[in-house]
């Protein structure tokens, strides 16, 4: 009976239940994410059809409709309209009849059969050895990233065929029987976009040398069919506008992110431009195909193909936001030694894929030369210099694991709900956690701006109604102390001019201030108290959508004095300039008073002098004075505020349990091994 449990049952039966409830997760998990990309391919059917004739499919329209360049006689390339080979040209112009009859749906849905497709082959791509769980989540998790991603939602609002050649590659590699099929795809994709003849250096080195030619001779045939059909265009093409530099939008603009629109958007331009962007691109190529062939004989080829198509958009002449698929697959690529540096390649290059460059860093003009290129620098960075683990290194299936914290004793035994939300203690990589918070705070920003119709009468009408609710409350709860200290404020001037910098000067500094001494003092405690003020300001934008209400400077009637602001113009509906950069509306609850009171608690908690905790209860003490004495903030919103900080600190003690009190743990142990690079 070793063997049987208490019940008599054999012990296998446990594990066999425990395996089989793992499966159902699994299968559960795959549904989901299948959903997830049904959804999102269906969002941007909706968003491509439901838009406007002659705001969609714009290029397609451009290429095929009743004038486009493919219908008229003369040059393609007569209004630089047409940035394609004129082998795209050839091919695409027997196309134009039924093309032109199915602008809307034949060719948004063929362009969707295509992203899947690249999906599941990116997918079944994967470095071996893959676990069963990666080899059934990864083709939905590819898909629903390609949908999200900014070159696929570019390319069904355009109504380009930038997918095709990205595909022909993947298919070319990891798809096609025999090197000379596989090189036929390979040159037909770098007849459509010549820069990806790259990959024919690539499949020599890697001594598909069958391949390599098949690539090179069917890229001159398709190359010498069209020149010998249009030699007008050809000649156009590949000399006058060399290789298709100068077609489209202006070389300079933020979309072309290529090293030569890079140079052009720095000042330089002439002979030196080009001298430097050929020595530049040269010696990228030759760095990113040899960083390509260590890959590929360390069976990542994947990884290989990506990181050549990144180099092919750094070379190329212009590289628009359509054709910067390749860089979304260098996130198949391993990088860090430990646990918690795992995810920040992933999530770097997820992130410039899918959110725009104003999201992903601020509007800082020491900043523009970083913004103006993030895709190219990620695509730059990916071919030269990222340094993606091989997978000889121990720490490509094994990085060194994440400390956490002991279990400690919480009131209730549901808490927390699920066993692996514990709490960690090493410190977060600091370039994911200014992503985040970056990325976070941005969409914070949009959210709070659009959470009400403040620039219109209707949205001014509920707001200044909904603080005509809150003041006859604070009237009854004998709380209406706002008017009061507002004018007391404003007859004692250095008292005002105090008051005033606080509101304006403490908000972002002192929270910011605060993570900073936790992150590097206190990483166990950082995160935590990260999550809490997270989950405090998700809180707050709900209030903000369901209750818009207008602060005491913004109620006409009531007589109060704006002395950060100065004087409102009531019969302007925005008031001014400042509706366009915050909404005035998002009163209700005051993350002022809110934020200020996660800074008091925080260093109350865990500063270790009886001065410093002093300090930290005072700060939100003068931030509730700041905004009821500028008339910025009703009583009632800082109770707001309070209530859902109270509620952020409620949410991470459920999910992760109460704070473990240990010192010693919060160390993060040394790697004992030195990761191996490829």
Not at 38 to 50: N, T, W
Not at 307 to 332: D, N, R
Not at 653 to 674: D, F, S
Request: aromatic letters at 8%; charged letters at 15%.
């Amino acid at each position: 009976m070793a063997n049987a449990d208490h019940g008599g049952r054999p012990a296998e039966g446990f594990g066999a239940t425990a395996a089989g409830g793992a499966r159902t997760r699994l299968r559960a998990a795959r549904l989901g994410l299948w959903l997830i990309a049904a959804v999102l391919a269906a969002r941007q059917v909706a968003v491509v059809v439901a838009t406007p004739r002659g705001e969609r499919l714009t290029d397609l329209e451009t290429w095929v409709g009743p004038n486009g360049v493919l219908q008229v006689n003369g040059s393609l390339y007569d209004s630089a309209r047409f940035t394609g080979t004129p082998f795209g040209g050839l091919v695409l112009k027997p196309l134009t009849r039924s093309a032109e009859q199915a602008l809307g749906w034949g060719w948004t849905f063929g362009t969707l059969l295509l992203v899947a497709a690249l999906g599941l082959v990116a997918a079944r791509a994967l470095p071996q050895p893959v676990s069963r769980r990666t080899a059934l989540l990864a083709a939905p998790v590819a898909i629903s990233l390609l949908m999200l991603s900014l070159p696929v939602r570019n390319t069904l609002w355009l109504g380009q065929t930038s997918v095709i050649p990205v595909l022909l590659v993947l298919l070319g590699c990891f798809a096609a029987r025999g090197q000379r099929t596989s090189g036929l795809l390979i040159g037909v994709a770098a007849a459509f976009q010549p820069t990806l003849l790259l990959f024919t250096p690539l499949l020599w080195c890697t001594g598909r040398r069958r391949a390599a030619l098949a690539t090179g001779v069917t890229f001159a045939a398709c190359t010498g069919l069209a020149w010998s059909v249009m030699p007008h265009d050809s000649h156009r093409y590949w000399v006058h506008h060399m290789a298709g530099a100068g077609l489209g939008g202006p070389a300079d603009d933020l979309a072309n992110q290529s090293l030569h629109g890079a140079l052009l958007r720095l000042g330089l331009n002439g002979p030196p431009e080009v001298a430097l962007f050929l020595s530049l691109g040269a010696a990228v190529a030759a760095l990113a195909l040899r960083r390509a062939v260590r890959y590929f004989r360390d069976g990542q080829l994947l990884l290989a193909v990506a990181v050549t198509g990144c180099a092919a958009i750094v070379v190329s002449p212009t590289a628009w936001q359509h054709q910067l698929l390749w860089v979304l697959l260098t996130v198949v690529g391993r990088v860090g030694a430990r646990a918690c540096d795992r995810y920040v390649w992933p999530v770097t290059v997820v992130l410039v894929m899918t959110l725009s460059a104003k999201t992903m860093l601020p509007d800082v003009e020491s900043l523009h030369p970083l913004r103006d290129n993030v895709v190219l620098l990620a695509a730059l960075a990916a071919a030269t210099a990222v340094p993606f683990l091989s997978r000889a290194s121990p720490f490509y299936r094994s990085p060194t694991p994440t400390a956490y914290a002991p279990a400690a004793a919480a009131r209730s035994r549901r808490v927390p709900p699920v066993p692996y939300l514990r709490r960690v203690l090493t410190r977060p990589n600091l370039l994911l956690e200014l992503l985040l918070i970056r990325v976070t705070y941005a969409a914070y920003s949009k959210v709070r701006l659009a959470a009400t119709g403040g620039s219109n009468s209707a949205g001014r009408a509920e707001a200044e109604g909904n603080g005509m609710q809150v003041y006859d409350v604070e009237r009854v709860l004998h709380l209406d102390i706002e008017r009061w200290v507002n004018h007391t404020v404003v007859g004692i001037g250095w008292l005002r001019d105090f008051f005033d910098q606080y509101y304006t000067s403490f908000h972002f500094a002192v929270p910011l201030a605060v993570l900073a001494v936790l992150y590097w003092r206190r990483p166990g405690d950082y995160r935590w108290a990260r999550s809490a003020l997270g989950f405090a300001t998700l809180l707050a934008l709900v209030g903000f959508w369901l209750y818009p209400l207008a602060p005491p400077r913004l109620m006409p009637t009531l007589g109060f004095i704006d002395t950060v602001h100065g004087t409102q113009d009531f019969s302007q509906p925005d008031y001014g300039t400042l509706t366009a950069l915050t909404n005035q509306y998002a009163a209700m609850p005051s993350l002022h008073f809110g934020w200020s009171l996660w800074c008091g608690v925080v260093i109350a908690v865990l500063a270790t002098r009886w001065w410093m905790k002093a300090l930290g209860l005072l700060h939100p003490l003068l931030t509730l004075a700041s905004i009821v004495a500028t008339a910025n903030h009703w009583v009632l919103d800082a109770a707001g505020g309070a209530v859902v900080i109270a509620a952020g600190f409620g949410i991470v003690y459920l999910l992760q349990g109460p704070r473990a009190r240990t010192v010693a743990a919060e160390r993060e142990p040394a790697p004992t091994r030195k990761p191996v690079h490829g």
